[in-house]
């Protein structure tokens, strides 16, 4: 029987004479199935004698009736056997894809239709070869430095782990709240256990290598000062969107890298901490999300555009997927809690009524697509354009908003506070919030031009 359900009756008699009765739709399999099988269990027989193989082949003889399928059978017999002839025996099977050879990265413009959306690749077209974030980072590709690649490096091993964490059926508990709710000191959200785990992963990580001077997350009151030669500031919201774990909806990693401003150095490890950790989003050298949905996704920047890698299980990288991401100009997808609509400034919600109605700048009805999970809702715009938003004063300046913006210009599009762009605003606190608007160029612009978007009414509903 073979892994098809596949019946073949073979019976061994003197001098390696086959027999096997041979089903009407498949013979080809079980002739193959047969040889491959006597290959396995009779080698040394079959160096000394060349089996003859008898088959019950179908053989239509007629046209078959019209409500009737006819197939007679008649007798063939096949000598010598394929097995001694080195062209047909062992078939030949083309290469496994994953199974590639290393090459590092020779940037040569090439475009892709991917959707509704186009990808001007730097991959070389003649290379079969996936690109990962090490080789895309380092001097084969967009050089950034070693200190960088290095970072890079145990940034992706802290994401692997987070990942398994996240799917992990052990550990669901931990996406579990515990205790009331409510915002924990300087404007915090409460902690969840799997929030913690995961900033404890993202510190011990950023700890062993040897890079970073200090540490700002969202689930610390004040940064975390880790040594004082590392040459960059990371910022880092560990998990957002944990809330949703036990419903299996994708959530996020976001970060934010900086250069250790140097000039502070003379100051108490505390001010220079929080000082190197208030630098405004135009100082980001590189920004990024991990999502962590039906596959691990890795989105960067170091400056020269937008790109994705999806991690590899079979190899465990994250290799390149989506280079030089562009976002649309104008999408036709808008993201938000839309019920609260009437908490809503009048021109946030006359933008709304328009866009849906097809009345605005772009003469289509927009669809509505929320998720709540603000790493899941960004993915998608960055993917099909359109608007992502929140207009309440809600989302982080330093941890979310900045690093989602640097990547969202990097890719073409715009962020915006409603008011004036993100990467513009100076923060004053480390939990500094405000409203979020990302999304493709186009639409910011439409949006900012009905002047009241900001939701300065908050009615204390939780989300």
Known sequence: MDDDGVLANVQRQEGLILTCHVPPKQPYRCVKFILVYFTRHHTNSLKKTKPLIKCKLPLVTSKPHKHRMQSPTATATSIPSPLHNPNLFPPKFPPNPLLFRRKFFHPQTMTT???RFKINSKADNNSDAFVTVTEFAGKGGVDVGDDLVVLYSHLEYAFKRIAALVASPVNSSLGKSSGDGGDVGSGRDKPKPLDIVSNEILLSCLRNSGKVAVMASEEDDAP??????????????????????????????????YNRLIELDSLPVEEKGMLNSLQSGSRLIA??????????????????????????????????THPNIKIPPRGQIYSVNDARYFDWPEGLRRYIDTIRQGKGEFPKKYSARYICSLVADFHRTLMYG?????????????????????????AGGKGSDGKHRILSIQPIKLHQRLPLFLGSPDDIDELESYGDVQQTVNPGYDV
């Open 224 to 257: 975390v000062w880790i040594t004082d030669d590392g040459p960059f500031v990371v910022v880092t919201d560990p998990l957002d969107g944990s809330r949703n774990i036990d419903a299996s909806i994708p959530i996020g990693t976001i970060f934010g890298i």
């Open 113 to 115: 239709s991917v959707g």
């Open 386 to 410: 359109g608007v992502a938003m929140n207009p309440r004063h809600h989302l982080r300046l330093v941890y979310e908003a900045n690093p989602l913006s640097f990547l969202t210009e990097q």
């Open 287 to 320: 920004a990024g999300y991990v999502l962590y949905s039906s596959a691990t996704i890795l989105c960067t920047s170091f400056g020269s555009g937008a790109h994705a890698f999806t991690l590899d299980h079979s190899t465990g990288d994250f290799v390149l």
